[in-house]
Nanobody
Framework: QVQLGESGGGLVQPGGSLRLSCAASGSIFRFNTMDWYRQAPGKERELVARISSGGITDYDDSVKGRFTISRDNAKNTLYLQMNSLKPEDTAVYYC???????WGQGTQVTVSS
């Protein structure tokens, strides 16, 4: 059984920064591609960023140059550094093991003045 737990969300002003973390239990973390998704009210869940087991990254166009995904396989932890935050980044952010049914419970990010 794999468990994922996100943390680091909160309320931030436009232009601010947050760092999300996702702690994973189990041994599959280091061998799998990991994703960050987000879901805003009334919208579908969307992929924000992805990182392969070898560290290759990919980003949605809306966050390129502002967000950075990274991972620490020794700590079984996934990160999302979010800079220059905009109100449209407001959403619940989830981590996910690609090609699996494993999702975290989500962490709320609110960008507002």
């Amino acid at each position: 059984q794999v468990q994922l737990g996100e943390s680091g969300g909160g309320l931030v002003q436009p232009g601010g920064s947050l760092r999300l973390s996702c702690a994973a239990s189990g041994s599959i973390f280091r061998f799998n591609t990991m994703d960050w998704y987000r879901q805003a009210p009334g919208k579908e869940r969307e992929l924000v960023a992805r990182i392969s087991s070898g560290g290759i990254t990919d980003y949605d166009d809306s966050v390129k140059g502002r967000f950075t995904i990274s991972r620490d396989n020794a700590k079984n932890t996934l990160y999302l550094q979010m800079n220059s935050l905009k109100p449209e980044d407001t959403a619940v952010y989830y981590c996910h093991v690609r090609w699996s049914q494993y999702w975290g419970q989500g962490t709320q990010v609110t960008v507002s003045s």
